[in-house]
């Protein structure tokens, strides 16, 4: 009974090549969410999803990207990876009514830039 | 951007014993979240506050909003040994803490 589902747990991909990581939800909530951690960090958003409304945080490099077709899948695309982005990306989902709401985490995928 | 300043970084205690830790904010939060997260997964959610001064448990877990609504803590009484992880609190606009690393010896 999952109910935020990342795949693949984990991904390898080479040194500037596109990568595109995937997120569904089973909840219907408004709200997607995509943060990137690193090791032994804190989550950091990146940007999210109010139903189609896109939100991208100030920082956020423009090397990534996302796209949410539905209610239930979102991704996030990775255009041209470095060495620097190889992290855990983590997909969240909450209810409307702004960002505070509790989020709902999938188990992540883990990153790896060769 | 809001800053979240959690503390302690890293706790080591005993099976049995206490814990206490806390977050402080530049700015009012009208949330406050706390998530713990184990090795290789997703944060899990532990308590939400949403009004200042509200104290709010989860068995062995406490959580307090701050009547300041700059801060608040988080306790867990009795620690026992799955009770390991790193322990984040987060406000609205999806911030994090730094996260505080507990380890408990049995």
């Known amino acids: 009974d999952a ?4 795949n693949p747990r984990y991904q390898v991909t080479q040194f500037g090549k596109p990568v595109t990581l995937s997120c569904s939800q089973t909840l219907n909530h408004n709200v997607m969410y995509w943060y990137q951690q690193k090791s032994s960090q804190a989550p950091k958003l990146l940007f999210h999803y109010y139903d189609k409304d896109f ?9 990534f990207q996302s796209r949410r ?11 041209s990876p ?19 709401q509790p989020q709902h985490f999938g188990d992540g995928t883990r990153l790896s830039i060769l | 951007g809001q800053q979240l300043n959690q ?25 406050w979240l706390w998530y713990k997260q184990d090795p ?6 532990l ?18 909003f701050g009547i300041t609504r700059k801060d608040s803590f988080l306790n867990i009484s009795a620690s026992i040994p799955s009770d390991v992880g790193i322990y984040f609190c987060a406000g609205q606009g999806g ?11 049995p």
């Open chain 1, 55 to 63: 939100n991208n945080e100030a920082d956020t490099p423009d090397n």
């Open chain 2, 47 to 64: 308590i939400a506050l949403y009004k200042a001064g509200e104290l709010t448990s989860n068995g062995r877990l406490t959580a307090q």
């Open chain 2, 7 to 31: 503390s302690p970084q890293s706790m080591f205690i005993q099976e049995g014993e206490d814990v206490s830790m806390n977050c402080t904010s530049s700015s009012i939060f009208n949330t």
């Open chain 1, 82 to 100: 470095g060495l620097g982005d190889a992290a855990m990306y983590l997909c969240a989902t909450s209810r409307a009514g702004g960002t505070g």
């Open chain 2, 95 to 105: 911030r994090f803490g730094a996260g505080t690393r507990l380890t408990v010896k």
């Open chain 1, 3 to 6: 109910m935020v589902i990342q």
């Open chain 1, 69 to 79: 077709p539905n209610t239930s899948f979102c991704f996030l695309d990775i255009r």
């Open chain 2, 40 to 45: 290789g997964e997703g944060p899990v959610l």
